[in-house]
């Protein structure tokens, strides 16, 4: 498929109205053999470059280019049903500072100092040449347009939410013997009526939920001739990393029955293959504490998993962050390791004490009979002996909750 088309799909479940109207344009350039243009202010192309880089490994000017760097391919889920992850969470909710029982509020609105839209009366007559010439100016001023009271409260309480006939009162009794209201007062109206009725904060909670590692309804439903079903999905990668695509069938026997809940893992660089591929390895001698394991760090579209990490960026807003590798054991206790390049281990995102990691450390913190974290960094495509004795050990330990 078209990288345009591929990204289409991308921009369409996002939030943002405006990337999915991109989303749109983007179908039809990629049907068209015509040229075509599509405008982005300069925040959303910012998000539209982002959203390239993280998923497709391409640029906006790239892609503006033509040049391609990347190429699509089929993932297939192996393992549907998978058991949840059952930890306890922070979660964020907004709430009005007011119980909605509290309300309505005792508006003390002030009539706004704004001064009335006013107009004047100019009267002009032709001169010789044709030119109209100004002759008088009305001195009279009038006021250009105004709301009734009715009308404004009926307006205000909707969209705010209100006992229209008391915020009636409340602009009666700040405009006194006046029938109407200027237009240039209906904003400042608003604003008060906001200040003093929409106050929210943000308020965190800790709960335990199951976090589906895969949620199937988040591919696409394929159903064959004999009445079976698969879940599909398209993905895409950069060219460069085609090597690290790694098929269930070119694993299977060292894989056994462990890992590949889809297949083909995309990972995103040697030293996660080759970690992955010495855990195998390893769960050849100790398989019977262990699950499962699973590499997460590629999966990270919120319709298809729940696993991800809520973390602040540079830009002050929330991010979501996908972790490497899940190592399961049967008891529930799960190890979620990270591979890093050792040149962004002072990284203020993702180095060792980067945002992710101390967002991690803190779910780990909420969780301590459950997770536990592990960051490798390293400068070569192999994993050393001494990174991997942790997961050995992990996998090897008793969960201190149980007793002997």
Known sequence: MHLYEALARQLKSSN??????????LRQVARNKAS??????????????????ETYGETFAGLLGGESHSRQTIITLRKVDLPPLVVRKTVRSI??????????????????????????VVAYTPSESGKLLTTKEVAELYDVDTFDLYTTAQ??????????????????????NDAAIPVSHYSELARQIEK???????????????????????????????????????ISYPIERE?????????????????????????????????????????????????????????????????????????????????DIILRRKDGRCLIVEVKSERER?????????????????????????LKYQMIFTSDDRIRQDQIEPALEFMESR???KPS
Request: one cysteine or more.
């Open 399 to 401: 969960n201190p909750s």
């Open 95 to 120: 709430r009005p500072v007011r119980a909605m029982h509290e309300l309505p509020l005792q508006l003390q609105l002030t009539r706004p100092a704004i001064g009335a839209d006013k107009g004047k």
């Open 16 to 25: 943002n109205f405006v990337l999915q109207a991109a989303s749109r344009c």
């Open 196 to 234: 003093q009725t929409s106050q929210y904060e943000i308020v965190e909670e800790i709960v335990e939920v199951a976090l589906a590692l895969v949620r199937k309804e988040g591919f696409e439903r394929v159903t064959d001739e004999q009445g079976n079903e698969t879940y599909t999905a398209e």
């Open 243 to 323: 090597h690290l695509l790694t098929h269930y069938k070119e694993w299977q026997k060292r894989a056994g029955h462990f890992g590949f809940h889809y297949t083909p893992y995309n990972f995103d660089s040697a030293p996660e293959k080759n970690f992955f591929e010495n855990l195998l390895e390893l769960l050849k001698l100790k398989p019977d504490e262990v699950e499962d394991v699973y590499f997460t760090g590629a999966l990270t579209d919120t319709k298809k998993t729940d696993f991800f990490i809520e973390y602040r960026g540079k830009d002050g807003r929330m991010h979501n962050y996908s972790p």
């Open 155 to 176: 307006d205000l309480a909707r969209i705010y939410r209100l006992d229209m006939f008391e915020l009636l009162n409340e602009l009666r009794r700040i405009y006194k």
């Open 36 to 53: 075509a243009r599509i405008y982005l202010s300069i925040e959303n192309r910012s998000v539209l470059d982002r959203q390239l880089q």
């Open 346 to 370: 002072t990284d203020e995102i993702d180095g060792e004490n980067g945002a992710k990691a101390i967002a991690t450390r803190k779910w780990e913190g909420l969780n301590p009979d459950r």
